[in-house]
């Protein structure tokens, strides 16, 4: 330990993180930032902090998996991602360890404002913006409905798998659990 970093300094500084709600995997993105000597022109007053806008183009044709094609794609103009602002929805159905099918879900889904596949894979480009809360599920975006190339209904989700995040696919004639809730904006 350098003779600049004393351990109460130390201490000072983990107590510091603590208060501000940082936790270990956060320390670790920190002592792994690149650009960590960019921070000590934050303190010096040399730069600041400026909140980047995530706009995703919910207009856009989608992304279409090699050999499947688009049914519907419920279009959501200029969206500005905000977490809070984002519904994880279950049917009444899939409450109490039950299931609905798909074909059902996506009826009870029509007049809801579905997130399509754009933002599913902007969330993909962008994985620090999914919030930890979804890590255990498998988050469905209904504003697109594809037809999969051996022609079921299909419609694609964000899943943590351990490593990362992925899309993955349910079909339409195929059971969702409490698990697989639906991503709208909230109301």
Known sequence: M??????????KLADALDKAGFGASDVTKLTQY???SSIRQLLDGNAEIVQLNHIIDGDADPFIPDGWNVVEH??????????????????????NDGVVVGNELR????????????????LLA????????????????????????????????????????????????DNFSVDDPAALLAS
């Open 2 to 11: 350098s003779a600049n970093h004393t351990i109460g300094a130390m201490n």
């Open 34 to 36: 690149e650009k960590l």
């Open 74 to 95: 419920c279009k959501i103009g200029q969206m500005q991602w905000d977490a809070e602002k984002i519904s994880l929805y279950l049917s009444e159905k899939q409450l």
């Open 107 to 122: 009826k009870e889904l029509e007049k809801k404002q579905r997130l399509n596949a754009n933002v599913l894979d902007y």
């Open 126 to 173: 962008n994985p620090h913006l999914i919030p930890e809360a979804w890590k255990g599920k498998w988050i469905f975006f209904w504003g697109t409905i594809y037809r999969g190339s051996g022609g079921d209904l299909c419609v694609r989700c964000l899943r943590w798998d351990g490593g990362g995040w992925r899309w993955r696919s349910g079909w339409l004639d």
